[in-house]
């Protein structure tokens, strides 16, 4: 079926809901007349719209972009209409944002990286010959799978942009791409894409990033280092003399920070309900503090700097103290056959709990040399293989494997980080389940309830986490991944078995 043809249909289909044929003006009072299951249909085809559309329209950007080289001077495609480039052209012909248009000409861009020649008005592009199999430097893109997925519809023009953005371009080894190299790079173009129904555009482009760095530790060094070297503390003054601070961090200290708030702001941001007497009691007082959200981050960012090292962590913050969890494999840090650079610094990387930074081997040894270490042990799919604990809540150990292995709440779509989240037994306590990691996973506060309450229940078959909906909707069981990168520590994907470069 071609793409018009596509179209069509979605078209023909959209035509059979008689509250659509109206005028515009009167659309929306003519739409509230749509029942539930009318809206969820639309919904459902005209994303599928959106979809092909906005393809459509990245294929065209990257056309218009490429006809607009420098080489054109002013007699390019968009100097042509008084732009200076496509980027300007998209923006001011759609009325979007800088950024979104700058996503439509990358995407365009990598639609037709590998393809014949866009540049002249009147060619019909075609594929490039097949190249020899020990020519890469005319084999596809790696990025093909993404070029795959998004024209089969089952990514978006987003979600391609979050992945390419976040994976970069391989790193060249002695001055040319190596072919083991691109093909890791192409087998994680694959398995993002994969996954990409499963999680938001945010965690799609953090997994990327954290992929990359494992992919390349000798990267994720200098990569490190330029992020770091961009941390600043800036102040200003409003018009009335107030001051205000701008402050960029470095990828350490900025997950502590964070770590720092969710620790203080728990209670009020959706946190667990299962905790002890004491901190049950702190948190009733959060909750009827009537300051704002800001007020309180602001307050505690200023007693911790007045603090400093006079006061204890629970004078400041409470009885969880905040710090970065950084998770690698045991086997890259210690023994005889360790990989450094020229500078002797660690070819590893290390994760924060959640996935959401990556750190270079030198911040993981000084790591290891000023704080505790816990060792976890997991088998091939991240469950630990200590038995399980007779205590209905799970222990603080117990917690930190659930953290490494889920990445936070696991229900689809969910963006709720560990610190949130609280652990669900599959096999109910009461009904005489165990509280072990391998029949227990993450869910945020929200979750968990409208599971208990709305029928809903999640089963562990042929080691698979599977979330059941409610009997009376007939819905099919939908499989549960871990929404944090760290999985590819111990379970690397079925296309590539040898996964770090650098292993």
């Given amino acids: 079926m071609s793409f018009l043809e596509e ?4 078209v023909d289909r959209l035509a059979a809901f008689a509250e659509l044929d109206v005028d515009a003006a009167v659309l929306p009072a003519s739409a509230v007349r749509l029942s539930d299951s009318s809206v969820r249909d639309l919904l459902s085809e005209t994303t599928g719209l959106v979809k092909k559309v906005t393809t459509l329209q990245s294929v065209l950007a990257g056309i218009a972009s490429a006809r607009s080289g420098r080489e054109r001077g002013h007699g390019g495609f968009t100097q042509e209409t008084g732009h200076r480039n496509a980027v300007e052209f998209i923006r001011d012909l759609t009325g979007t944002t800088r950024g979104e248009a700058t996503r439509a000409v990358k995407v365009g861009e990598a639609l037709l990286d590998g393809i014949g020649e866009a540049g002249a008005a009147g060619t019909v592009p075609g594929l490039d010959p097949v190249p020899e199999a020990d020519d890469v430097s005319t084999a596809p893109p790696w990025h093909q799978p ?3 997925a998004l024209l089969a519809g089952r990514i978006t023009t987003a979600q391609h942009h979050a992945i390419r953005g976040g994976l970069r371009e391989p790193p060249h080894i002695d001055g040319r791409e190596s072919e083991a190299v691109v ?18 555009v945010e965690d799609l482009a953090a997994r990327a990033r954290s992929l990359k760095d494992m992919l390349d530790p000798a990267g994720a060094e200098e990569r490190f280092a330029a992020r770091f070297a961009k941390r600043s503390f800036r102040w200003s003054s409003t018009a009335e003399g107030q001051r205000q601070a701008h402050i960029t961090f470095d990828d350490e200290m900025g997950e502590w920070v964070r770590g720092m708030m969710d620790a203080a702001h728990s209670p009020r941001r959706g946190g667990p309900r299962f905790v002890a007497e004491d ?5 009733e007082a959060l909750l009827n503090d009537p300051r704002t959200n800001d007020q309180l981050a602001y307050d505690l960012f200023i007693d911790v700097l007045r603090a400093g090292a006079l006061a204890t962590a629970e004078d400041v913050y409470g009885t969880r103290e905040a710090g970065v969890r950084l998770v690698t494999i045991k086997d890259t840090v210690s023994g005889e056959t360790l990989q450094r650079d020229a500078l002797d610094r660690l070819l590893t990387t290390a994760h924060s709990d959640d996935g959401a930074i990556t750190v270079p081997g030198s911040v993981l040894e000084r790591a290891l040399c000023a704080t505790e270490t816990v060792e976890v042990t997991v088998d091939t799919c991240g469950n630990p293989l200590d038995a399980g604990r007779k205590a209905r809540l799970f222990s603080r150990k117990q917690r930190l494997t659930l953290a490494i292995r889920d990445g936070g709440c696991v229900w ?3 963006d709720r980080p560990p610190a949130y989240c609280e652990a669900h037994h599959c096999d109910h306590w009461a009904d005489g389940g165990r509280t072990d990691c391998a029949v227990g996973v993450l869910l945020c506060r929200f979750h968990h309830l409208h599971l208990h309450n709305c029928g809903w229940r999640i089963a562990r078959v042929d080691g698979v986490f599977m979330l059941y909906p409610p009997q009376a909707t007939g819905g099919a069981a939908i499989p549960l991944r871990s929404r944090s990168p760290l999985r590819w520590l111990w379970d690397p994907p079925p296309e590539r078995a040898r996964w770090r470069v650098a292993a």
């Avoid at 093909?183 to 938001?200: G, I, P, S």
């Avoid at 901190?279 to 948190?283: F, L, M, R, S």
């Fill in 7 to 10: 179209l069509r249909e979605t």
């Fill in 146 to 148: 993404l070029r795959e």
């Fill in 183 to 200: 093909e890791a790079w192409r087998a994680a173009a694959r398995e993002l894409a994969r996954e990409a129904a499963d999680c938001t």
């Fill in 279 to 283: 901190e049950k009691a702190a948190a």
């Fill in 412 to 414: 689809p779509g969910c």
